[in-house]
Structures are given as structure tokens and as C-alpha cells.
């Protein structure tokens, strides 16, 4: 008979279970021939280099985020008691904010800074919108949405300016993605499976969409078909637990978050085209990651314009 306790014995049986499957997760990983630096945004806003060091962070939780070209890092804040609409900042590495946006409704869900130094932003609320902001906080763009207002929360995400000049805004509760001009004209959209978190448009046309609850990326072509899926039958271990940031690499693969992830759950993956795992994050000790920003690949930054 073992002499332990009950609850110890209890406790230390629990404990090997957790040690199991974690070794037995651990075993499913990819080799690590890969490493990336990102800036995560999230419940905690931070860089991490390849090595795994956390290298800058700030100190309030975000939605969307970008390291600019001067080093800066532009970022949609989350609500509090000091954005209580949300707001968008750009800081420093030291910490200095040099641009400050606070938002006039519920939310700001998403943030892009332009090639004319204007800031592009959502606003969630009863007059879901997005404007176009100057380096002085003065809105010149404004553009009404077509979106549900029964749930602020879930109105829009990672709104982005496409090179012809039109928006391409995913729009969760009303599972839709939909392409507008400044004039708020609605001129393409696709019907999504789930709720639309993320959405990119590809040099070639296609369009890239995470999708948040539903475990599922998709690609879909200039008709909205569907010519590219991921989801957890095609990887081991299913490390996808809630798919909303994605970002496609130059070379072609993609990197999906794993928001609701704990512990040391998988919190970001890269797969090939051909769908083979070849990169994971694990990190017990920060939440899971909203949406991201990947900046390296073995120590080599990404070139040409984040396609996230």
C-alpha cells in the first residue's frame, strides 16, 4: 500500500498526467531550426527576440500593433481607466508617447499607420466607423460601417487601407468581410464559416482570413471561393484554440495565433503551404496573443510590408 497520503498521491497522479501530456505535446513540435522576433499585442503588449528574450514592453494591454520602420511601435489600446473609449498610441522604445488617439465610442479594435503618415483606426460603438487621423489627432477620413450595433464588441477587427485606396474590414457578429471605398460604398465581401477576425489582402488577389472560435484560416479567391482552409484536422496535436491574428510570410507560409491558449499551449504556429507544422510558441508565463506582428526569421528581418 503507498503510505502518501491521499492527497498528495492525488496531486502527484495529477501531476504526472500534466507532465505526460505536456512532454507528449512537446514531442509533437516541430524541430527548432526556425526562431522569430514579434511584437505580441494582447493582455500584454511586449517584443520578443528569436531567442526568446522579451526585449521591450508597455505596459497596458492592446488589440493591434505594428513596429514602424523609425523603431516606434504604433498600437490600438486597449479600453481602461485612461482610454475608456480604447485609444491608439505611438511610442517610443523608451517609452515616450509621440502620438495619441482616444477613441469616442466602446472600442478601438484596430490600427495602421499610411504611407502619408496619417493613422488608420476603428471605432466600435453605436456609429461603427473608421477615420483616417493626422500626426495632430484631427480626423480627415470618416467612413460609416455596415455593421450590426447589438454587440459593439463584435463589430469589426483588423480594418486595413488596400493599395487602390479602399478598406477591407472584417466584421465578426455579421460573419462577413467587406471591401469599401472613402465614399463607404461596399464594393466586394465574402460570407465567412465563422467570425472574421483577420483579413489580408495578397499581392495575387486573394484574401487571407483568420477566424476567431472557429479554429479556421481560409484564402479565398477574387469570387470568394475558398481555395486554401487550415484548421486543427490538418495539424497534430490541434494547437489552433481560437484563430484570430495571421500573418503570410514572403515565403509563403502562414502564422496563425492561438488566442485563447493557456499555459504552455501552443500560442503561435507556422505552417507551409503544404500545411507541415514548422515553427511553434509556447511561453507559460504571458497570456495568449490577440494579434502579432512576426519581425525575423533567424535573426533576418522580414522583408517588404507586413502582410497581417
Not at 466602446?106 to 483616417?132: H, M, W, Y
Not at 495539424?235 to 507560409?253: E, H, M
Amino acid at each position: 500500500m503507498d503510505p502518501r497520503p491521499h492527497g498528495f498521491r492525488l496531486a502527484a497522479s495529477a501531476f504526472a498526467v500534466l507532465a505526460f501530456g505536456l512532454a507528449e505535446a512537446r514531442a509533437q513540435d516541430p524541430p527548432a531550426t526556425i526562431t522569430h522576433a514579434f511584437l505580441a499585442t494582447g493582455g500584454e503588449t511586449y517584443i520578443r527576440d528569436g531567442a526568446g528574450a522579451i526585449t521591450w514592453r508597455f505596459p497596458q494591454g492592446s488589440r493591434d500593433g505594428w513596429v514602424l520602420p523609425s523603431g516606434n511601435v504604433l498600437l490600438a489600446v486597449s479600453k481602461n481607466s485612461s482610454y475608456p473609449g480604447g485609444g491608439v498610441v505611438e511610442v517610443t522604445r523608451e517609452g515616450k508617447i509621440v502620438f495619441e488617439y482616444k477613441g469616442s465610442q466602446s472600442e478601438v479594435n484596430t490600427a495602421q499607420k499610411l504611407a502619408d503618415g496619417r493613422i488608420l483606426l476603428t471605432e466600435a460603438g453605436d456609429r461603427p466607423r473608421l477615420v483616417e487621423v493626422d500626426m495632430q489627432g484631427k480626423i480627415v477620413v470618416e467612413v460609416p460601417l455596415q455593421a450590426q450595433t447589438k454587440d459593439h464588441h463584435l463589430q469589426t477587427r483588423m480594418t486595413r487601407k488596400l493599395a487602390n485606396g479602399n478598406y477591407l474590414v472584417p466584421q465578426l457578429l455579421d460573419r462577413v468581410v467587406r471591401e469599401y471605398t472613402p465614399s463607404g460604398a461596399v464594393v466586394w465581401e465574402v460570407k465567412t464559416p465563422h467570425m472574421p477576425f483577420t483579413a489580408i489582402r495578397l499581392p495575387d488577389g486573394h484574401t487571407l482570413i483568420g477566424c476567431t472560435l472557429g479554429n479556421l484560416v481560409i484564402e479565398v479567391d477574387s469570387e470568394g471561393k475558398t481555395v486554401w482552409q487550415l484548421t486543427n484536422d490538418d495539424l497534430p496535436g490541434a494547437p489552433i484554440n481560437d484563430a484570430c491574428g495571421v500573418q503570410r510570410l514572403p515565403n509563403g507560409n502562414t502564422v496563425v495565433t492561438s488566442h485563447h491558449a493557456k499555459g504552455n499551449e501552443v500560442k503561435l504556429l507556422e505552417v507551409t503551404p503544404a500545411k507541415k507544422l514548422v515553427w511553434v510558441h509556447r511561453d507559460p508565463k504571458t497570456p495568449g496573443i490577440h494579434h502579432f506582428q512576426i519581425l525575423d526569421t533567424n535573426g533576418k528581418p522580414i522583408e517588404g510590408p507586413p502582410l497581417r
